[in-house]
């Protein structure tokens, strides 16, 4: 370890963390409205949301500047009501890592709750249960290996996010200088030790998460090929 | 006393069903896509109608003017073709996952007369069609449903289980005395289930065979 500050690392968990979080709940409530209602214009509400996922991190970056920056029509609004600045802060990070990351869980949940057989909730319902008991106890655990790749992915994604936060956020040491943003300017200032220290530790937390990801899926793809052989 | 009058428009033609009954099994025979499940999809408030009515012992579901009754709060139960039992859930949790409070004896003694004590702790891949269907039953009529519908209940199943689980249906329809409607394109089992069977093409009843006296008609 070239030096003994964590600080990026315990950023990144940090910002990729509270992302996930709100990505995942935005992706699994969003994903399963639109699963189940036609509308005009929902084609285009769709492609909205997977924008980020085709555009290069500079151009969402830039919308984001142009959204939450201080003249922007939501960071005048933050700034003047909740005294919120996005810009140049971890705030800033975090919302570039969620508009990045959103696309993957919104996929994932989507082809998730569409892979359900419609006729197990409509069997809940006509035993009694209310909408709200037919998610949570057919639905939801239904969709969950294909919600958890989702909430996976969008770890990783937003772990791995640079371009839209160094745009959005900037590098403030100690404030915003989250894994990726600390290797592209460790390398700036030709610290090769300190860049490889943290490519060690981001390729092996991607890693790490894929591989346990790629076990999840076999195991549960394994347990019902066993219940189905032994019966 | 259960009535149906309905209009709904198809993909491909207008659906027009109208039937009462009372506590028989009624069988909706003809061939794939001619509509009958839509009507058992109607009654159970999955699907609804263009315009019409339908009654179940003097509660109106749909009517058309005012907001239909939502599946769940209808109590008919509903036998699915492949039965949709939970493969998330042991069959003990299926059978119990709309039982009422207080209805554990009944479930109990609905396990005992179908005879699937020794399946509860498997799930619904580790089990046989012929006992899918018993499970499926049982999770039906554990809600205490005051009708029954069942979507070609027995089309998955080998002739010999069919015979046997065609027995159990009218035994159990002669325990719970309450109306059953029955879809299948099988004329032989339509006969020895039915006590009015009706024939649909393309929408509509083209044709019914009454087998003993309508109660609700006479």
Redesign the interface.
């Known amino acids: 370890m070239p030096d003994a500050n964590w600080t990026p690392l315990l950023l990144s968990l940090k910002v990729a963390g509270i992302s996930t979080f709100v990505v995942f709940l935005a992706g699994v409530l969003i994903a399963r409205l639109l699963s189940r209602k036609n509308f005009f214009g929902k084609s285009f509400l769709e492609s909205l949301l997977l924008l980020p996922l085709v555009l290069p991190p500079t151009v969402v970056g830039f919308g984001l500047l142009i959204t939450f920056g201080k003249n922007g029509i939501i960071g005048k609004w933050l700034l003047q009501w909740f005294d919120v600045q996005v810009v140049f802060s971890l705030t800033g990070a975090v919302i570039a890592s969620i508009v990045v990351s959103f696309p993957l869980m919104y996929q994932s949940a989507v082809a998730a709750f569409s892979g359900i057989?419609s006729?197990?909730e409509?069997?809940?319902?006509?035993?009694?249960?209310?909408e709200w008991r037919v998610f949570w106890?057919?639905s939801f655990?239904?969709a969950w290996t294909g919600l958890l790749s989702g909430l996976v992915l969008s770890f990783a994604r937003a772990l791995g996010e640079f371009g839209a936060t160094l745009m959005l956020a900037g590098y403030i040491p100690g404030k915003t200088d989250t894994l990726p943003v600390a290797i592209y300017f460790a390398v700036e200032a030709g610290q090769m030790d300190k860049a490889s220290f943290w490519v060690v530790i981001i390729v092996a937390l991607g890693l790490s998460t894929t591989m346990w990801l790629n076990w999840w899926s076999k195991r549960n793809i394994n347990r019902?090929a066993n219940?189905?052989e032994?019966? | 006393m259960f009535s149906i009058h309905i209009n709904k428009q198809l993909a491909h033609f207008p659906l027009e069903i109208s039937f009462e009954a009372d506590r028989e099994i009624i069988v909706l025979f003809g061939p794939s896509g001619s509509g009958k499940t839509t009507v058992l999809n109607c009654i159970a408030g999955l699907s609804h109608p263009d315009s019409g009515n339908i009654t179940l012992n003097g509660v109106c579901f749909f009517d058309g003017k005012t907001k239909p009754v939502a599946p769940r709060r209808r109590n008919i139960g509903y036998l699915f073709q492949d039965y949709a039992l939970f493969p998330h859930m042991t069959v003990e949790k299926n059978i119990r996952y709309g039982m009422k409070a207080g209805s554990l004896a009944h479930v109990d003694q609905l396990v005992a007369v179908l005879g699937i004590g020794h399946l509860l702790g498997k799930y619904p891949q580790q089990i046989s069609g012929g006992e899918k269907q018993r499970v499926a039953l049982a999770r039906a009529l554990a809600t205490e449903p005051q009708m029954l519908l069942l979507d070609e209940p027995l089309s998955a199943l080998d002739r010999k289980t069919r015979l046997q689980c065609q027995e159990e249906l009218l035994r159990l329809h002669r325990d719970w005395n309450i109306p059953y409607v029955i879809v299948t394109h099988d004329l032989e089992e339509a006969k020895k289930l039915g006590d009015a069977i009706y024939f649909i093409e393309r929408g509509q009843i083209v044709d019914k065979l009454i087998k003993k006296p309508m109660i609700a008609k006479s």
């Open positions: 057989d006729r197990l409509n069997a809940a319902r006509t035993m009694g249960a209310s106890t057919v655990p239904l019902y219940q189905k032994a019966g």
